[in-house]
Structure formats: C-alpha cells, structure tokens
C-alpha cells in the first residue's frame, strides 16, 4: 500500500542513468501524474507499458533506517524480544559515501584455493576485529549484528509507521549484501593494514568448493565457529537442494542442477532472479529471486546448528553473521550476481539491469573502515568493478548442465493418464506433504508460459522449502537433476510484525518443455514437494500463463 501520492520523477541523464528529483511540472493540482508529461521528462526510457502495468513504479525507493529508532530485534521461533541488543551505535553525522577511485583491483579468491599466508593474514584480521572495543562499530558482533538490526524487525521504515524494514526477500537482497562485506573486507584490510586484502568466496557451485572450507573448521582459527552443525563438516557435500540425498554423486549432480535452474532455466525478468519490487510504504518480503530462495537459503539452513534453539548461527538471520563463514557465502552470493550480470550469454537470461528509480535511490548506511557513518546507494552497487574488487575466475560447470531431455513416456507422466485432481479442486492448500494437481497450460504443447504459485503466505517463524516438478513420476525424491524439476520456494526464519508473509513467484517453463514430452497436452501435472517437516505454507493458487514479452516485463533498458 502506498501512503504517498506525491510522485517526483524527472530524467536527470547522468551517465545514462534516471535520477529522482523535484519535477512539479508532471503533477497537476490533485497530486496526480500527468503520463505524458512524465514519458517525455524521461526521454522514452520507460515504456508506456510499465507505466500501465505497474502502478507502483514510480513510489519512492526504501529509506536508510534511522539509527536513533533502532529498537529491539525479535527472536522468530518464539517470537520473544532478543536478549542481545542488536543496535549499532549512533553517531550524528552521516556522509553520503563516495566510491573511492580503482586504483587496483582486490581479487576475491575462492575459498579452497588460498595459501596458508593468506589464511594466516585472513585469521589474523578476524581476530582483531574481535578484538575492538565492544563499542566500535567495526567490532566483530558490531558488524554482526547489523544483519540482525536490517533482518529482525530492529527497524521500522522511516515515516511509515510500524512498517517494517527488510531487506531480504525482495530486489533489495544483492545490493544490502554488497555493501555488508564491501565496508566488512576494508575494514579486514584496515585491521592488517593491506589495503589489498580481500574476502573469500565459499566456491559451492563448483564440485571442488562443495565442502565447508578447511579453514573454518579449525578449533584453534578465528574463523572458527561451534554452532555448526556437527553432520555437515568435511567432507559432508553441501546441499544446494536440501535433498537429504547421502549419495555424494547424487547430490553434486542436484546442486549442479539447482544452478543451472536458478541462473539460467527459471528466470524469465531480472525480478525473478533479483527478487520483486520493495518501496517506501509497502509491506516486507513481496518475494525473494530464484537465487535468494535457492542456493542461498540451503546454504544458510545445511550449516546452521540443529543443537540449538533457532539454527543458530547461519541457520537464523540474526545470528548469521556471528559466524565468520556467513561473510565468505555471500561473497559466493554476490559472485552469482556479477556472473548472472556480466558472464551469462545474453541469450539465456532476461534483460540484466533494473533501471526502476525504487530500485536504483534505495539506500541504506554503514559504517566504513574509519568508522564513519556513510549512506549508500543501490545504484552506486551495480558495478563490482567500480567498487574495486573482482573475483578469482574458476570454471562454471553448472553453465551447461541442462538435464538430458527425458525419452517419452518412459520417465514422464502424462497429465493425460494421470488420476491427479485438478488444481482448482485442491487449492489454496497447506504444503505439509506431496501435492500432485493437474493444471491447464494456455496452449497445447511447446509455448513459452510461466508457472505461477501465487499468494504464497508462509508462517515466517520456520524453515520452508518446496520443490516444483512437472510431469515427474516421482520414483525418487532425492533427485533433482532431471528435466522435470523446475523450481524452488525457501525461506529462512525472519521477522514480520503478523508472522505471515504474502508472496509469489513464476518459473520460466520454455526449456522444461522442450526436454519433456508434452506433445499435444493441453495440461501438465505439477507435483510440490515440501522439504520441511509439517505445514506453515500455504499456497493460495497455481496457474500457467503465457510469459510476457521480455522488453515489457522487465523494467529493463
Ligand atoms: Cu542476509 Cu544470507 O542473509
């Protein structure tokens, strides 16, 4: 819901890019916009279509919290206030952070490839962050807990009421991550005096990374952290689908395909792999994009510490960050999103760059490595280049791993034999077991359509997750590298003020066709399988429809 109705957009081409400003001209007497005024005043970089199609485009980006209103953050498994304190310390004066300029470039080295000098400098680092004053704000749990304050319901949005502000779940998820371990690996640097220095990334979509890294299971290490779970340490392999498959092979080959899936085959707009829209006045977690919900939950859940109350660390939003192998994830995190932008062949995935003003003027403030109080812009993060860091270059075997078409109706069911109820029959459901419905595609056989799960609303107290197949015999459910899986839904424990979410999300169907056997069907069956115990998601309905084309879908230039 939007509580303002005072629009301000004008075209302000500086580098190409739109800016926000005062523009009376394009607001008549009733506070209203005048469309034409304002598809001139922005040179024709929008289309008319995304005007019409999404009224909302043209609110106002999300605000910086106000660190003096920071309150006290919530534990979600019991709902109870947190007995830490989650605030950073406030300080008066902010400035609006200025990229400094590249004078060379830090080189983010995979995770299980570095030196023992570099480990020892890495440990050495961490350790005198611990080390500062409680106070300071480049202190260890400082710098923890500011995943905490932005993730637990600390803040609220500034002059919207008891909003909440949140950064994950929606398209605001890479860029928050971006700037954390940006001001986090200068402020590592600053604590070595290497201005070189630059964070890990946990290589696991690449089979050699798919261990926790050597050297965060060393007792002795700064990097060290207990509250892991004791199953999951090397050489366990990581569960990108949360499977529970324990055949090794088996499970590489589903993270492979869980890539595959979440860069490439699923997406049909830069919002569904970003995540969807969040502006000023709208409630939190309108949806995470496939690579938030997919790699990035599981991370998070497969390290967390079963042995404790709410998953903690990585398995909790406000503990994550206490554990130093929180920062090398997202570094592999924020690596997605520089590959998924700038290594993609263009022909596989949608139009890459969001040029919506909500989107580029959202800010958020941090602490920098002198420990002053900064803003920053979502638009000054698109670039990893200008911000002065790259990543080492490994190679990317889930780029091609496409599942192998499946042979008719050997492993495929049909919608047309199968004895599954019609969608409509058994929506809204609770995912608390397998649910297998038929549903009507727009036209028969191969056509460019979309599935949609819609008005998911989710218990936010709870690990979630449901995996999407379509025409799947399901013989086992511990595979995932097949052409009929299609998609995933996750979340991890989070903060809202109701404990229920509203969310939807669409996966991109055109390859899934091609590989399966849909003739001249006019219907799939779609079978949801949940990967928690129990119920706590609900969803409110299920459809296929055309997918739009990329040009208007996008809000892309
Ligand atoms: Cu802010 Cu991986 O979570």
Aim: net charge neutral; charged share 25%; hydrophobic share 35%.
């Amino acid at each position: 819901m939007i509580r303002r109705n005072r629009f301000r957009v004008s075209c302000d081409a500086r580098n190409g890019e739109q800016n926000l400003k005062d523009d009376s001209k394009n607001v008549d007497s009733h506070g209203k916009v005048d469309r034409r005024n304002m598809l001139f005043g922005l040179g024709g970089l929008y289309g008319a279509a995304n005007l019409t199609s999404n009224p909302l485009a043209m609110a106002e980006p999300i605000k910086p919290p106000e660190l003096d209103k920071c309150g006290t953050a919530t534990n979600l498994n019991t709902n109870e206030k947190l007995d830490i304190n989650c605030c950073p310390p406030v300080t008066p004066k902010i400035i609006d952070y200025k990229l400094p300029p590249v004078r060379f470039i830090r080189t983010r080295p995979s995770a299980h490839r570095v030196t023992p000098e570099y480990i020892f400098k890495y440990n050495m680092a961490i350790d005198r962050m611990k080390r500062l004053p409680a106070t300071d704000p480049r202190n260890f749990m400082q710098q923890a807990n500011i995943h905490c304050a932005y993730c637990n319901g600390a803040y609220d949005q500034p002059g919207q009421g008891t909003l909440d502000l949140q950064i994950h779940n929606c398209w605001l998820f890479f860029p928050f991550h971006r700037w954390y371990l940006y001001f986090y690996e200068r402020i590592l640097g600053k604590l070595i005096g290497d201005p070189t220095f630059s964070l890990p990334f946990w290589n696991w979509d690449n089979p050699k990374g798919m261990t926790i890294p050597p050297m965060f299971v060393d007792p002795k290490s700064a990097l060290y952290d207990e509250k892991r779970n004791q199953e999951n340490l090397p050489p366990a392999v990581i569960d990108l689908g949360l499977t529970g498959s324990k055949d090794p092979l088996q499970v590489v080959s589903n993270n492979l395909t869980v890539m595959y899936s979440e860069m490439i085959r699923g997406n049909q707009t830069a919002e569904d792999f970003m995540g969807s829209p969040y502006r000023e006045g709208t409630s939190p977690n309108p949806g995470p994009g496939a690579s938030e919900r997919g790699s990035h939950t599981s991370v998070h859940a497969w390290v967390g510490d079963p042995r404790q109350p709410s998953g903690e660390d990585l398995g909790n939003f406000y503990s994550a960050g206490r554990d130093p192998l929180f920062y090398c994830h997202h570094a592999n995190v924020d690596r997605m999103w520089t590959l998924w932008q700038y290594f993609l062949p263009s022909n596989k995935v949608p139009d890459k760059k969001i040029t919506d003003p909500d989107f580029l003027n959202a800010s958020f403030v941090f602490y920098d490595e002198n420990a002053q109080l900064v803003r920053v812009s979502v638009r000054d993060s698109l670039d990893n280049l200008r911000m002065g860091y790259d990543f080492e270059r490994i190679d990317l075997p889930w780029l091609d791993y496409r599942p192998p078409a499946q042979a008719a109706r050997t492993k495929v069911m049909k919608a047309s034999s199968s004895d599954a109820p019609k969608a409509e029959s058994v929506f809204p459901v609770v995912v608390d077991r397998i649910i297998r419905v038929i549903v009507p595609k727009t036209k028969k056989g191969k056509a460019d359509e979309l599935l949609v799960l819609e008005n998911i609303e989710l218990d936010t107290t709870k690990l979630l997750k449901v995996d999407v197949f379509v025409n799947d015999e399901d013989d086992n459910q511990f595979e995932l590298n097949k052409a009929s899986y299609v998609g995933t839904y996750a979340q991890l424990p989070h903060k809202t003020k109701n404990k229920t979410a509203k969310t939807t999300i669409s996966l991109k169907l055109t390859e899934v066709y091609e590989d399966i056997d849909v003739e001249d069907d006019d219907t799939i069956v779609v079978t949801l399988v949940p990967r928690h115990q129990g119920g706590g998601i609900t969803i409110g309905g299920i459809k296929i429809i055309e997918a739009p084309a990329s040009s208007s879908s996008s809000k892309s230039s």
